[in-house]
């Protein structure tokens, strides 16, 4: 039976949106109205100081946008990230990695055609993004009130871990840094496919967390100090990772508003920072390595928060 492609367009508009989404953010901006002041945030950019929205803050145009895939794309990505991953993930990412596999093989046929699939690369990952932040929506709401009780439940922890490793592998500066590194080290460019290698790494590391939830704490850190939490456009960081030296623990830090913060441990080890032995000093420990970890953008609910970070 022949395919009836304006009612498959139809169906397809319908699932993707009627207009193609160019502004991506790489930061959610929900979260990053916690820093607002009356509707703006104060952010530290180029030593400039000023204030925004959050609609145009860890945004960029077409950022998750995937054009066409070609062989050698296909090829790495099956085998360096597929190949090594377990074989729950391998059926995730099979099935994501054919979606676009069509895709590229449809472009050309049709102008109606080519219409849709250049729909399709522009909304379908900031889609799926925008469906884990609503489903780590209220999970937030809870952290906020210092209520961790989601952790003993196995959805709570599959959607935050879901979400907690796809804000920290979806950034423009890891995307800057892994695309740079690979090209150094092998001259393979996945600039075109980051976007698919992001979610899938995401998904693995996700997956190991969850499976060693039992062995990690997690941890609410109040800051009743006179010094603000401050975030950036790698809002979640790794305590535990080195400068120029292979990651081999993970301690994740994700501040959630001026005064809260919560903090994953390392397996079976006692967490790095809390509410107790926060003091002014330990504050300001963490908002440097925010700083540092940052790529353009470092996002504060006031300005003299971010004074101390100008180059002088």
């Known amino acids: 039976m022949p395919i009836d492609l304006a009612a498959a367009y139809?169906?397809?508009?319908?699932?993707?949106?009627?207009?193609r989404k160019r502004r991506h953010h790489h930061v959610w901006q929900h979260y990053l109205s916690s820093w607002g002041t009356r509707g703006s945030v104060s952010c530290l950019m180029d030593d400039r100081i000023f204030s925004s929205g959050t609609i145009g803050l860890g945004v960029e145009s077409d950022f998750y946008?995937?054009?066409q895939i070609n062989r050698e794309e296909i090829d790495f990505i099956e085998t360096?990230?597929?190949?090594?991953?377990?074989e729950g993930a391998q059926k995730i990412h099979n099935s994501f990695l054919s979606y676009y596999k069509i895709v590229s093989a449809l472009y050309g046929k049709a102008t109606l055609t080519d219409d849709l699939l250049d729909l399709y690369g522009s909304n379908v990952l900031e889609n799926f993004h925008s469906h884990i932040e609503s489903e780590f929506m209220p999970l937030l709401a809870k952290l906020q009130c210092h209520d961790t009780s989601f952790y003993s439940s196995r959805e709570g922890c599959i959607n935050f871990f879901n979400y907690i490793s796809h804000q920290y592998m979806r950034t423009k500066g890891i995307r800057a840094k892994t695309v740079a590194s690979l090209k150094t080290a092998s001259g393979f460019d996945c600039s075109n496919v980051?976007?698919?290698?992001?979610h899938m790494l995401s998904v693995n590391i996700g997956g190991a967390l969850f499976v060693e939830r039992h062995r990690r704490s997690l941890t609410i850190i109040d800051n009743r100090t006179s010094i603000s939490f401050i975030t950036g456009?790698?809002?979640v960081i790794n305590l535990a990772a080195k400068p120029d030296q292979k990651v081999e623990t993970v301690s994740l830090f994700y501040p959630i508003s001026p005064s809260t913060a919560v903090l994953i441990s390392e397996v079976d080890c006692a967490p790095l920072y809390d509410t107790a032995s926060l003091d002014e000093g330990r504050v300001n420990e963490l908002n440097k390595l925010i700083y540092e970890n940052s790529y353009t953008q470092v996002y504060a609910d006031t300005p003299g928060a971010l004074e101390i970070f100008k180059q002088r």
Not at 80 to 86: A, T
Not at 194 to 198: G, M, N, T, V, Y
């Open 10 to 19: 139809s169906s397809a508009r319908k699932l993707l949106g009627f207009n």
């Open 65 to 67: 946008r995937v054009k």
């Open 80 to 86: 360096n990230i597929i190949d090594g991953s377990n």
């Open 194 to 198: 980051w976007p698919l290698i992001s």
């Open 233 to 235: 456009d790698q809002p």
